[in-house]
């Protein structure tokens, strides 16, 4: 089956720019989406078709998807962003299966 | 605007089974692929299933295929998740999300399921 890694951790300051890399098996060919989690909610859209971002999300978030790599970069980082942050693909190859990255914790130091 | 409430969740023995239920409103829920999605106590989000809007068409992870059936009520608004054969790795919160193209677009808050003996 399709794996997505992404690194366990990312930590920011303030002002300054996160980048939330998510790796897969030429990744580049598939449409990635972004999720944000904070404690004890349910996950939220940010990101979506490697770069769109939905109604609602600021501009702060984008996406970029190239080769065995997608990134999700959060510019401006502010505490309201520290949240776990999933990539998602859906791999048709393994019968049409939905799959989600390990998960990076953004911590706003 | 977009709701959707998981019930059904609770404490179960290994072995039994649990009927999950996700109640959709704020739009037009028959025209809609419906997801579910668990996550483990302290672990990362993990597909479990998806049905098409008519049910034509269901998928699993393979960690649930055999065990649980998705299932909807387009005339009730209501998704549901029969799940069997419960062991203790199923413990998790179960989200229920709107599915949108290949990604979802709107989420529950979930409702635990702890498989204990």
């Known amino acids: 089956s399709y794996v997505l890694t992404q690194p366990p951790s990312v930590s920011v300051a303030p002002g300054q720019t996160a980048r939330i890399t998510c790796g897969g098996n030429?990744?580049?060919?598939?449409?990635v989406h972004w999720y944000q989690q904070k404690p004890g909610q349910a996950p939220v859209l940010v990101v979506y078709?490697?770069?769109d971002r939905p109604s609602g999300i600021p501009e702060r978030f984008s996406g970029s998807n190239s080769g065995n790599t997608a990134t999700l970069t959060i510019s401006r980082v502010d505490d309201g962003d520290e949240a776990d942050y999933y990539c998602q693909v859906w791999d048709s190859f393994s019968d049409h299966q939905y799959v989600f990255g390990t998960g990076t914790k953004v911590t706003v130091l | 605007q977009v709701q959707l409430v998981e019930s059904g969740g609770g404490v179960v023995q290994p072995g039994t089974s649990l009927r999950l239920s996700c109640a959709a409103s704020?739009?037009?829920?028959?025209?809609?692929?419906m997801h579910w999605v668990r996550q483990a106590p302290g672990k990362g989000l993990e597909w479990v299933s998806v049905v098409t809007f008519d049910e034509s068409n269901k998928k699993y992870a393979d960690s649930v295929k055999g065990r649980f059936t998705i299932s909807r009520d387009n005339s009730k608004n209501v998704l549901y998740l029969q799940m069997s054969s419960l062991t203790i790795e199923d413990t998790a919160v179960y989200y229920c999300?709107?599915?949108?193209?290949?990604?979802?677009?709107?989420w529950g808050q979930g409702t635990l399921v702890t498989v204990s003996s």
């Open positions: 704020g739009f037009t829920f028959k025209t809609y692929a």
């Open positions: 078709d490697d770069s």
């Open positions: 999300a709107r599915a949108s193209n290949d990604y979802t677009d709107y």
């Open positions: 030429n990744i580049g060919d598939k449409s």
